[in-house]
């Protein structure tokens, strides 16, 4: 058991960066979600198009193949240096962004156009009645699945030591190189995943309860 006395102070250096990676994402992806998420249910065709195509090439490459593209391709294309950590947050921030808008729109077509209806009814304008009408709805109706996206980038964020972000991932895959006890290693990774994922699924759950939302 002395290994983790090494190997543990490395996991939880590269959780530091595993959730930094994680929340920025969840809120840069948020914002890139909500946006395409609303042109996809708006009458501007330009707008739609160009989410369209966004979501089609996030969703129709894998992850790992956008973060060699964007780490390895992009930077040499654009003429500029791009550190692994930036490279890691782009990547998953326009990966989850594409699902999200999919979130986003589910949550928008579930309201009831009565209730915008409703508030223009009594002099509301169109922005007071997104604002004050439709979103606290939709928002409460898209938490379960923007919650399970965190988690879910939590989990995307190993993919990420394919460029040499320093995640949980690969300061395991550091301690395995340098020590050759793969076995102790990996499935120490495995179990402090494990114990993470299960403590982000229990706070959803304390989350939803006290707003009151059914998953």
Known sequence: MDFLFVLLPMIFGGLKYTLLIAVVEII???IIGSLSGYALQSKNKVAKTVANIYIWLIRGTPLIVQALYIYYVVPKI???????NVAGIIVITLNSGAFISEIVRGALQGINYG????????GLTANQ???????PPAF???????????IITVKDTALLSVIVVNEITKQIQNYAALSYKTIEAYTTG????LII???????????????????
Not at 78 to 84: D, F, G, I, T
Not at 129 to 135: D, S
């Open 28 to 30: 840069l992806g948020f």
């Open 78 to 84: 654009l003429h500029m240096n791009l550190s692994s």
């Open 115 to 122: 209730q915008v209806e409703a508030g223009l009814s009594l």
């Open 129 to 135: 009645t997104l604002w004050h009408i439709v979103v």
């Open 140 to 150: 409460k109706a898209m938490l379960p699945a923007l919650f399970n996206q965190f």
């Open 190 to 193: 495995a179990i402090f995943y």
């Open 197 to 215: 994922i299960s403590i982000l699924i229990q706070i959803q759950k304390l989350v939803e309860k006290k707003m009151g939302v059914k998953a």
